[in-house]
């Protein structure tokens, strides 16, 4: 397992950690700060062979950065790093075919296509758009800012959440010119100053969810393979009932079994657990796990689904959550791991 960590101290960098199929404990394997500098978000390539991480770069070209992976000792290789093509990359996605890297640019609102070597190594970036508008919010809303951007379950289309115009932007990917072209229609709109974040796929690819940051909601979305398009089903609160305080959504996932979504809260600090309606695709509030921790930014449930750990930015802590397969609700383990500024964590295979 891999978690981010996006301190100024001199523990920035990637940290690289074993986990114990039983316990879920955590084991430090390593501390990797070749080639990176404070890294956002990570992501693995399809097959695990090779790391990306988005990366903020002090006082020059924000940055993607490669990585092989040794999956007998969890060692990374740093290949290569190249520009982003924008400010403030938060988020990098990989096509099902290995062969390009979606970027989102946060600060100046540019979403990029970058072009991968058959070693994992990235190369030139074959086309940056530059998104227009703006939403009603007065502050997070002055221009676009896109904070996911993601290939399709079949690569044909990219979507962009795009926080500050609240919109879904949909690209069509041409993958003989490798390029991003408008989809018809261009995007799919979300309501007034909810500020679309995060966005999953289920596992038949035809169902979609997205967090929306700066009004905690979920929105869950049919999707259209064919034509790339989103259909709005409902929308549903991620809060706990009552709740006052101001808060963020942050990230998403579905656990394996697919019977299950649980997104991070951002202030309230807690993971929600709803279950998922295969049939019509809603959404029902399970409950909601309080992550011992604040701000968390990032989680990740381990692939055979037992474990789930949250990565608490602002408090310095990775922490350890059992799932229950049956009811999708989770129970603390009683582990923590101390690391600062701790952003995104991503599960990557070691098997000595």
Do not use: W
């Not at 530059?130 to 009603?136: N, T, W």
């Amino acid at each position: 397992m891999i978690v981010a960590s996006f301190s100024p101290t001199d523990q920035a960098g990637l940290h690289v950690y074993q986990m114990d199929a039983q316990t879920g404990q955590l084991t430090h394997v390593r501390h990797v700060t070749e080639g990176i500098h404070r890294p956002l978000y990570t992501t693995t390539n399809p097959t695990q062979q090779y790391l990306y991480v988005a990366d903020l770069v002090p006082k020059q070209n924000d940055a993607i950065a490669a990585y092989a992976i040794n999956a007998k000792t969890g060692d990374l290789q740093f290949l290569n790093s190249k520009p982003s093509g924008g400010k403030v990359p938060c988020y990098v996605n990989i096509s099902p075919d290995h062969h390009a890297a979606l970027v989102a640019n946060y600060s100046n609102g540019t979403v990029s296509l970058l072009n991968l070597e058959s070693d994992g190594k990235i190369g030139q970036t074959l086309v940056t758009q530059e998104h227009q508008g703006h939403s009603v919010h007065p502050k997070r809303q002055k221009t676009s800012h896109p904070h996911s951007f993601q290939f399709s379950p079949d690569g044909r289309f990219a979507l962009a959440a795009d926080l500050g115009t609240d919109r879904i932007v949909i690209y069509r990917v041409n993958a003989k010119n490798n390029t991003l072209q408008p989809n018809d229609p261009p995007y799919f709109t979300t309501p007034p100053g909810s500020g679309p974040r995060h966005l999953v796929f289920d596992s038949t690819g035809t169902q979609a969810f997205a967090t929306t940051e700066l009004d905690n909601t979920i929105l869950s979305m049919r999707y259209d393979p064919q034509a790339g398009t989103l259909k709005l089903i409902e929308v549903i609160s991620m809060l706990p009932q009552g709740t006052t305080a101001d808060s963020y959504a942050a990230d998403l996932h579905i656990h394996p079994n697919g019977k299950f979504l649980y997104a991070s809260n951002r202030g309230t600090d807690n993971i929600v657990i709803m279950s998922i309606d295969p049939a019509s695709g809603k959404l029902e509030v399970v409950g909601h796990e309080p992550t011992q921790g604040s701000f968390p930014r990032g989680f990740a449930i381990e692939p055979t689904g037992r474990f789930l750990y949250v990565a608490n930015e602002r408090s310095d802590n990775v922490v350890v959550f059992k799932i229950d397969p049956q009811t999708g609700k989770l129970s603390p383990t009683g582990q923590t791991v101390e690391l600062d500024a701790p952003m995104c964590i991503t599960f990557i295979p070691i098997k000595p």
